[in-house]
């Protein structure tokens, strides 16, 4: 009886296996479907011709890994996109056409205030069928926020010019994002990363706001800022004791 158990135990791993070899490639493709909807094609299907054309100019790929840099003071998002070597090269900045509340992180739902931080985007958070044309959800509270007790729910950055906590694109700009991201993401991109800071973290804006009650928390902030400002490669960042860590990424 012992042999024929273990002979039915071996069949047992042997057709897991193997069904984990068919079955897994199709669930991760599926994992890397973006959700669509006729405004989402249409959409994609109008700007993906002529961002091919101006990636193509900067000799950059639709499809190629995305990275995402919003910052408040100015009201900026700037799309990054890898190049061969492996960096991550400026595409295009978009000025932010609405962001509500003041510098400084959000602390809890309803306080109006737009979040900063390290946030991440998968496929399934994104939104084509938004009441604010389209959007997306940027993961809000993280690891750190809810170690910090923050609260908050919904925070997009979507299209219409109208906010209340989330970062507001025009309709064409979001399309443009969307159509990046959408790419991105059908190319294989697991998520992409999109990292809000108040300014830009350079050592003269941080000394200028040394007395605000938010000056540590930003300093936090600094290193990944710095980091990919030398080595176009985005930061792997990560929470341990409700505190960020950046490791350098080889």
């Not at 064409?172 to 990292?195: C, N, R, S, Y």
Request: glycine share 6%; net charge positive.
């Amino acid at each position: 009886m012992a042999n024929v158990s273990r002979s039915s135990r071996r069949y047992s791993l042997a057709l897991a296996a193997l069904c984990a070899a068919v079955l897994l490639p199709a669930f991760l493709a599926a994992a890397q479907t973006v959700p669509s909807s006729r405004r989402s094609d249409a959409a994609y299907a109008s700007v993906a011709p002529r961002l091919t054309r101006e990636l193509a100019a900067q000799g950059l790929d639709l499809g190629s890994p995305v990275y995402l840099r919003i910052t408040k003071e100015p009201a900026e998002l700037t799309a990054f996109v890898r190049a061969d070597d492996g960096t991550f090269q400026s595409f295009r900045t978009w000025p932010v056409c609405a962001v509500s509340g003041e510098l400084g992180p959000k602390l809890r739902e309803g306080d109006g205030q737009a979040p900063e931080g390290f946030y991440s985007v998968k496929p399934r958070q994104m939104n084509p069928s938004s009441s604010y044309h389209l959007s997306f959800n940027l993961g809000f509270p993280n690891a750190f926020d809810r170690a910090k007790g923050r609260t908050g729910s919904f925070l997009m950055v979507h299209g219409s010019c109208v906010s209340i906590g989330c970062f507001a694109m025009t309709d064409p700009v979001i399309e443009e994002i969307w159509t990046l991201m959408e790419a991105a993401f059908e190319a294989g991109q697991p998520d992409v990363k999109v990292h809000i800071f108040p300014f830009p973290m350079t050592a003269t804006n941080l000394k200028a706001q040394a007395e605000s009650e938010h000056a540590a928390f930003w300093a936090s902030l600094a290193p990944a800022w710095t980091q990919f400002e030398e080595t176009g490669k985005v930061p792997r960042v990560t929470v341990s004791r409700a505190k960020y860590q950046v490791r350098t990424v080889q």
